[in-house]
Structure formats: structure tokens, C-alpha cells
Nanobody, 115 residues
Framework: QVQLVESGGGLVQAGGSLRLSCVAS????????MGWYRQTPGKQRELVAT???????NYEDSVKGRFTISRDNAKNTVYLQMNSLRPEDIAAYYC?????????WGQGTQVTVSS
């Protein structure tokens, strides 16, 4: 059974930082591509950042230079370091794993930024 468990969300003031974590089980983490997406009510889920099995990263334009995705294969964990948070970053953040042709989602963690 595949499980992706996110943590690290919460309330932070604008300009502050949070680090999200996602622990994966049930998949071969080391050969899986991982990512973070976010969603606000009434909108589609959007890509935030991805990281391939070999560590190549990709970011949505609005988070470039502020967010950093990383992975620790020994801990089956992917991280999203979020700095200089803005009110427009408010969303539920979801961890995503892709292995072969299959994709899996976590249940999400809420990030709220106060202005």
C-alpha cells in the first residue's frame, strides 16, 4: 500500500519560512520522481516544484528563488523549503510521487500566510 504523509504546514507571517516534508512508503522511492503541488478552493491543483530520481529540479515561476525542493533517499523523504512566503502562497500543499506510469498523492498540508 502506497502512502505519502505530509507534514510541516501551518501559519506563518509574510516573509517567514516553512519546511514541508513528505515521507513515502510502498514505492521504490529512490527511482521515483517526486513533486509538490498546491491548490486553493475553486482552483485547479498547480505544480509548485518537482525533483527527478537523479536530483534535477523544476519550479513554477512564482516560487523560483524562494522555494527549494530536495530529497533524502535514505529517509524516503522529499522536502519543500519555503522562504519569503507571501499571502498568495496560501494553499493546501500536496506531495506527489510518480513511479513507472503510476502517480500517487498525499492528503495535503495547509499553509497559511498572514499579511
Amino acid at each position: 500500500q502506497v502512502q505519502l504523509v505530509e507534514s510541516g504546514g501551518g501559519l506563518v507571517q509574510a516573509g517567514g519560512s516553512l519546511r514541508l516534508s513528505c515521507v513515502a512508503s510502498g514505492i521504490p522511492f529512490g527511482i521515483s520522481a517526486m513533486g509538490w503541488y498546491r491548490q486553493t478552493p475553486g482552483k485547479q491543483r498547480e505544480l509548485v516544484a518537482t525533483i527527478t530520481r537523479d536530483g534535477s529540479t523544476n519550479y513554477e515561476d512564482s516560487v523560483k528563488g524562494r522555494f527549494t525542493i530536495s530529497r533524502d533517499n535514505a529517509k524516503n523523504t522529499v522536502y519543500l523549503q519555503m522562504n519569503s512566503l507571501r499571502p498568495e502562497d496560501i494553499a493546501a500543499y500536496y506531495c506527489y510521487a510518480r513511479w513507472s506510469t503510476l502517480g500517487y498523492w498525499g492528503q495535503g498540508t495547509q499553509v497559511t500566510v498572514s499579511s
